[in-house]
């Protein structure tokens, strides 16, 4: 979900040569397009190239998080020489500040973020409906142990109201009330500009019966053949802009019938001649059925488009999510744990600021070629958080989203290479052995 007011202005960037051609709807303007490259055998992961107007992502591979148009701690320059391809920032907060209409005459995302490869815009969905019914700041992925009650806000404390057009939230920056529509939604994203957006849903949690994931699921389906409508409007008046690429999100909890039926449903959809250029998968999974779920969406999607995973967190769902046939996600994770001094290793997770490295004058990870390992000390990041400055969060922040980036470049290498289940059990064996 996502929302209002509308502006102009040019998009920065340049286009991807291999993307100046005549456009997935037949204009001049640099177009969007995905080839699957190569494929597990038995199972639905593969590799391929999506091509945007503004380069191409290989995939599988990992956006980074950019919410508010920035990745926290990290300036563009950084992310980009750590190897990441694309960043994906978040419509609600835009939305709220500085508003996509300063976006759009900023000449759209990339060019407001300095950032000149491909952008996504998550719609805002989570956003919205975490202040409404959310357990905290994330979607229960394991519900063991919790009752309804703990993951569902009380009607007294929600800040957003779903209806049948809409959303109807608080801003948590003032308390001022918004109104999110589909119709809203798109135009919000059409000027903040990202290559890839995603259409208006509606999230739920895994405490909602089946009653109301059956009506959340109708409700979605509604809405997307709304935002296809709307796309298509604005698409054809705001031809100074490239072309942005339209996601439909697949909604069902748990339920395999209802992720099944709303993954057809959407690939099936199409309005006034137009079709979504790929999907996302979005809502809250279980952790331990996250590999069967999307596995049941990918199985109902058209092979030839792509497919994001919107919002996982650990390797071991890196390599699920990939197998069952993903081919971009985002993860909050590497940054967010490492502005508290949490550092990621092929060795599992450590924390930097514990007593055992105030005196370990050696990288935060042997053998690693990022940034910090290679000008820089455990005992010096140690200091930094000890003394609370905020380079403790840069510098870990940058080793976290290059263990990542390389991580999942090496997922993309072992698929072509043909040793994808070698590379995962022996990645998987040794980052998690200290767990057992």
């Not at 990290?74 to 020489?81: G, K, L, N, Y």
């Not at 500085?98 to 000149?116: E, H, I, Q, R």
């Not at 009653?211 to 054809?236: D, F, I, K, N, P």
């Not at 997922?411 to 767990?435: K, M, N, P, T, V």
Request: contains cysteine; charged residues 25%.
């Amino acid at each position: 979900m996502s929302g209002a007011e509308a502006s102009q202005d040019d998009q920065g960037g340049d286009a991807d040569p291999a993307c100046s051609v005549v456009g997935v709807h037949g204009s001049d303007r640099p177009s969007f397009s995905f080839e699957v490259g190569t494929r597990l055998p038995d199972a639905l992961g593969r590799t391929g190239v999506i091509r945007t107007p503004h380069g191409s992502i290989r995939t599988p591979a990992f956006v980074v998080v950019g919410t508010k148009a920035t990745v926290k701690a990290v300036p563009p320059e950084a992310v980009a020489a750590l190897g990441a391809q694309a960043v994906l920032a978040n419509a609600y907060h835009l939305f709220l500040q500085p508003g996509s209409g300063l976006v759009d005459a900023a000449g759209g995302l990339g060019a407001f973020m300095n950032w000149p490869g491909p952008t996504f815009t998550d719609s805002g969905g989570f956003q919205v409906m975490s202040q409404g019914v959310g357990f905290k700041k994330v979607l229960a992925m394991d519900t063991a142990g919790l009752a309804a009650s703990d993951i569902v806000a009380p009607e007294r404390e929600r800040m957003a109201h779903v209806d049948e057009d809409g959303v109807t939230f608080k801003s948590f920056l003032n308390g001022d009330r918004h109104r999110f529509t589909p119709e809203v939604s798109m135009r919000v994203q059409h000027e903040l500009g990202a290559d890839i957006m995603f259409a208006f849903d509606e999230l739920t949690t895994l405490a909602d019966d089946r009653a109301y994931q059956e009506a959340s699921v109708a409700r979605t389906h509604r809405w997307a053949e709304r935002c296809l409508r709307a796309h298509g409007e604005l698409t054809a008046s705001r031809t100074h802009r490239p072309y942005q690429a339209l996601f439909g999100v697949v909604q069902g909890a748990q339920y395999e019938d209802l992720r099944r039926a709303a993954a057809s449903g959407l690939a099936g959809l199409e309005v006034d001649g137009r079709r979504f250029d790929g999907f996302g998968i979005g809502g809250a999974i279980e952790k331990e059925n996250l590999g069967s779920i999307v596995g049941w969406c990918s199985e109902e999607l058209p092979d030839d488009k792509p497919r994001h995973l919107l919002g996982i967190s650990e390797p071991d769902d890196f390599f699920a999510a990939v197998a069952a046939g993903i081919d971009t996600f985002d993860c909050v994770n590497p940054s967010r744990v490492a502005r508290n001094g949490a550092i990621y290793t092929a060795s599992g997770r450590y924390n930097v600021v514990t007593a055992a490295n105030r005196r370990a004058f050696v990288p935060l990870e042997d053998g690693c070629d990022c940034y910090t390992c290679t000008h820089y000390t455990r005992a010096y990041l140690h200091h930094l958080f000890k003394a609370k400055e905020m380079l403790s969060s840069t510098l870990a922040t940058i080793h976290n989203l290059r263990f990542t980036v390389r991580l999942v470049d090496g997922i993309r290498d072992s698929i072509e290479s043909g040793c994808f289940a070698e590379f995962r059990d022996e990645f998987l064996g040794r980052f998690y052995a200290g767990r057992r």
